[in-house]
């Protein structure tokens, strides 16, 4: 930046004091000149207005159309107009506006206002520019959908008019802006979906629009689909116990149903043969008083008219005769169980009753006349000091000297046991079995001498080799059986 010499500082206030004198003088500024709007829009078949705002003591102003034919001028406080074939009888001219009425699309341009300041001191003629921008205003908006719009398909929507320039279009479902996506494409007049489905379903607006007028328009979208896979219910399912779901006589009722737009259409197939029309009644299919013969395999089919597309699931009804439920089932376990478990209870008691009940030898009672059964001693270790006292021997002369005992008359096997009398003389001789004994419990053979002290109880028949001598009452009681007993004798020879 150059710097003025100290004395030439002065200069522009020295040449601003002859603006008096000189009009032309380099001190004056161009008129401030602004617009009320900028730019103007404006729709076709209305008034534009250009208002300008500047001096309000100007000379003169003037307007000039985008092609830089004069429109006319503001001067001694009117109007003056030129003759323009484009605007005739259309431009009206004010202290600071310009209007066009009505406008048209060939009037947007650049227009150019000129405003002559006169004699305002400090203050020179300047112009200015404001674009007027002309539409038409939308009109005759129409939202288009398709007929038939199937899911899976591709799905076209389209939003026309019949005016509008310079217009924009806003999407709209439910209230909501449709943003694109991968399904989605949106464009100022179509909405295509590809792949279509039920969800896309409801209510679209277009919306379009410019700087001068908008207009919205709705329509309502239907997917047709289906029909999706049937669900089959049964309404008295019986649930027995190793199968069955239905009982001989009863009325079975199968439902069948499935999602779809139209409506599906419904049919029945049994064991592969169509179901008689009068049975079915939309997707129920009703089996009256069920014999087993109507067992097997049911088949719902759903076909769509509009889709032609069709669906079908399968349900087994096995129909049998007798019917048991997991309950009775169950019950009939429990019984069984709880019956078990009482009889193994009885059992334990019985055992017990007879355990307790059963006579013990060693307890027995021991009568005055007969005498006590030796008790075996207890197996302990031999006293080192004592030996154990060896048994009484009786000489051969003495033994051979002794008589022989007869065994008892025959009587029964219960009174066969001895009675207990007491002895004159305590006998030493040889037991031999009598007749009697022979009959009822078989022979006795003794072969060699046996010597018994104390009673001497045989059971089953006694085989002997030798004599017997017994010491006291001798005891007999024999039982039948193949068992030998060989008595031998105790007594030291």
Same mark, same amino acid.
């Given at each position: ?8 500082? %002065?200069?522009?206030?020295?040449? =601003? ?18 617009? #009320? ?168 607006? =277009? ?32 649930? =027995? ?14 439902? /069948? ?11 029945? #197939? ?81 055992? /017990? ?52 005992? %007869? ?7 219960? #009174? ?58 001798? %005891? ?18």
């Amino acid at each position: 930046m150059k710097i003025l010499p100290e004395g030439m500082q %002065h200069a522009p206030v020295v040449l =601003c004091l002859l603006a008096a004198a000189w009009p032309a003088a380099l001190c004056q500024n161009p008129v401030p000149i602004q617009f #009320q709007t900028s730019p103007v829009p404006a729709r076709t078949g209305a008034a534009a207005v250009l208002e300008v705002i500047t001096v309000s003591s100007a000379l003169s102003i003037t307007w000039a159309s985008p092609t830089g034919i004069t429109l006319g001028l503001w001067v001694g406080g009117r109007a003056v107009l030129s003759n323009v074939s484009q605007y005739a009888g259309r431009v009206t001219i004010t202290a600071t506006q310009l209007q066009i009425s009505p406008v048209l699309l060939m009037d947007t341009g650049n227009y150019t206002v000129i405003v002559d300041p006169g004699s305002i001191v400090g203050m020179t003629r300047s112009s200015s520019s404001v674009l007027l921008h002309v539409f038409d205003a939308v009109a005759g908006v129409k939202l288009s959908v398709p007929p038939v719009a199937l899911e899976g398909g591709n799905i076209s929507l389209t939003c026309t008019r019949t005016m509008g320039t310079e217009t924009s279009t806003i999407w709209e479902k439910g209230g909501a802006a449709i943003s694109p996506d991968y399904r989605i494409t949106v464009t100022d007049n179509s909405l295509v979906i590809n792949p279509g489905n039920r969800s896309d379903a409801g209510v679209y607006s =277009c919306t379009v629009y410019n700087l001068v007028s908008a207009m919205t328009t709705t329509a309502s979208l239907t997917v047709y689909y289906g029909p999706d896979a049937p669900v089959l219910q049964q309404n008295s399912q019986a649930n =027995c116990v190793g199968g069955g779901q239905a009982v001989v006589g009863q009325t079975v009722q199968l439902t /069948c149903t499935s999602v779809s737009l139209p409506p599906a259409l419904f049919s029945w #197939q049994q064991n592969g043969q169509s179901v008689a029309a009068d049975q079915v009644n939309g997707g129920v299919l009703t089996l009256q008083a069920i014999t087993t013969n109507q067992s097997g395999r049911y088949v719902c089919m759903a076909r769509n008219a509009v889709t032609t597309q069709t669906a079908k699931q399968s349900i087994d009804i096995t129909i049998v005769k007798t019917c048991l439920s997991v309950g009775a089932v169950a019950g009939i376990v429990v019984a069984c169980v709880l019956a078990i478990i009482f009889i193994i209870i009885a059992i334990i008691l019985l055992l /017990c009753c007879r355990h307790r009940d059963k006579p013990n030898p060693s307890s027995a009672p021991v009568t005055q006349n007969q005498p006590k059964q030796p008790v075996p001693a207890q197996k302990t270790q031999p006293s080192a000091k004592r030996p154990p006292t060896p048994p009484p021997v009786l000489p051969l002369s003495q033994f051979k000297a002794l008589p022989r005992q %007869h065994l008892p008359e025959k009587r029964p096997i219960q #009174q066969l046991r001895p009675q207990h009398k007491p002895q004159p003389k305590r006998s030493i001789g040889i037991v031999q079995p009598s007749p009697h004994w022979n009959a009822v419990h078989g022979p006795a053979h003794m072969h060699g001498p046996a010597h018994m002290h104390g009673p001497a109880h045989m059971h089953g028949p006694a085989h002997m080799h030798g004599p017997t001598h017994t010491l006291g009452q001798p %005891h007999s009681h024999m039982h039948a059986g193949p068992q030998k007993q060989v008595f031998r004798s105790r007594m030291r020879y």
